[in-house]
């Protein structure tokens, strides 16, 4: 390709999470996230060549992302945000978020949407994930786990691409201060991801 041909224009893309308990109003997470921008920049193409795959189809919850040490001290791990491969570091559930999907439950409170505002050199998509007080099955009852590697009590999650022969690509990850599930609660995971286009200078 010539030079006549070269764009210096670019796309930057952010990420987002709010994690909340709807009844209380708590926010429980409220941070950025890495985003996996190999398997970003497949799902892009994937998605404007209309190939069936590649869109935003779950969202992942594992527990392998911090260690506590006998004194209380928390250690982060780094997002898995290289290789065509990554995943979370223990993925211990996952739920359908695109609202299209025959395998969404509940496609009210779980969905995909895109907002933008004219004029605007960027669009948002906002994931929205309910996991309602049933969900996950084998959960505690309350909210009081003496274990921080207790399946349900989640410290990473990411989004996932969808791919009709398998486990899709991951496409963001993020890692926080451990949370649990139980059934005394709902949790309410509020991702976005921003796709804003750069001018070139």
Do not use: W
Not at 159 to 180: D, E, K, M, S, W
Request: glycine share 8%.
């Amino acid at each position: 390709m010539t030079d006549n041909f070269k764009d210096t224009n670019g796309t930057l893309i952010q990420g987002h999470i709010k994690i909340s308990d709807p009844t209380s109003g708590e926010i429980l997470i409220d941070k950025r996230n890495a985003i996996h921008y190999e398997n970003m920049s497949i799902s892009l193409a994937e998605s404007l060549a209309n190939a069936g795959q590649g869109f935003i189809y779950e969202m992942a919850f594992g527990n392998g992302g911090t260690s506590i040490d006998p004194t209380g001290i928390i250690t982060y791990l780094t997002p898995n945000s290289t290789g065509t491969n990554a995943s979370l570091y223990n993925q211990t559930y996952s739920k359908v978020v695109d609202d299209r999907s025959v395998n969404n439950i509940d496609p009210t409170r779980n969905k995909v949407e895109t907002r933008h505002v004219s004029g605007t050199n960027y669009t948002d998509i906002l994931v929205s994930c309910l996991l309602d007080y049933g969900e996950p099955s084998g959960q505690d009852a309350l909210d009081n786990a003496a274990e921080i590697n207790s399946l349900y009590v989640f410290d990473e999650l990411g989004l996932v691409a969808y791919n009709p022969n398998g486990t899709g690509r991951l496409l963001t990850h993020v890692i926080f201060h451990p949370v649990q599930k139980s059934l005394n609660r709902l949790i309410q995971i509020d991702y976005t991801v921003r796709i804003q286009s750069l001018s070139g200078v």
